[in-house]
């Protein structure tokens, strides 16, 4: 990941500012990722960010859980955008049955985004596809994690590749920081 935006301390002002990290060094449009990810603990989440303009503006497919989904088992996926308004829109969401939503267990993800569709599995079972224009120009990508914990472990992510075509991306803002909500 590119460090030029990402924090690595805890501090309560922002969180945002400490779950996000964009690679800025190459943008994409239409690509597939796969990625690796597990929670490290219960109340967290974990999330791959694309076509991201700013820090206030992208898609992300992301994996909550919390106590309670952990408790009866309930691996969740969704793939949301993310406004100036800071809040995750849902544009699908949905409960992958057969995954466990375990700690420290490793799931395999894949991303595949072609203009308006965007289509994901995890561990191999496809969930619905999602399709949306906000976010139609090629952008950075990036990794989310969120601890509610504090500055203990949130998650962790390996083994992340992308294919696709690299194109311009979009001027990066620096002075442009997440929404806290």
């Known amino acids: 990941m590119d460090r030029r935006y ?4 805890f ?10 990290a964009f690679f800025l060094g190459r943008a994409f449009g ?3 990722a796969e990625f690796e990810f597990r929670w490290d603990v219960v109340w967290t989440h974990a999330g791959f960010i694309f076509r991201a303009s700013d820090a206030r503006h992208y898609y992300m497919v992301h994996f909550p859980v919390n106590g309670q989904q952990y408790r009866v088992e309930g691996f969740w996926a969704a793939i949301s955008k993310v406004d100036e308004n800071g809040f ?20 395999q993800v894949r991303l595949a985004v072609s203009g308006s569709e965007i289509r994901l599995w995890v561990d191999g079972r496809p969930l619905p596809v999602a399709n949306d224009t906000t976010y139609s120009h090629p952008g950075y990508v990036g990794l989310s994690t969120y601890g509610s914990l504090g500055g203990g472990p949130k998650s962790s992510f390996r083994n992340v590749r992308i294919c696709g075509r690299s194109d311009p991306g979009p001027d990066w803002d620096v ?3 997440p929404q806290r909500n």
């Open 6 to 9: 990402c924090r690595d301390h």
């Open 30 to 32: 239409d690509f597939e």
């Open 88 to 107: 995750f829109e849902i544009m699908s969401m949905q409960l992958v049955h057969g995954v466990s939503s375990g700690p420290k267990l490793w799931h």
């Open 11 to 20: 501090s309560p002002g922002n969180n945002g500012d400490e779950n996000l």
């Open 175 to 177: 002075s442009v920081r």
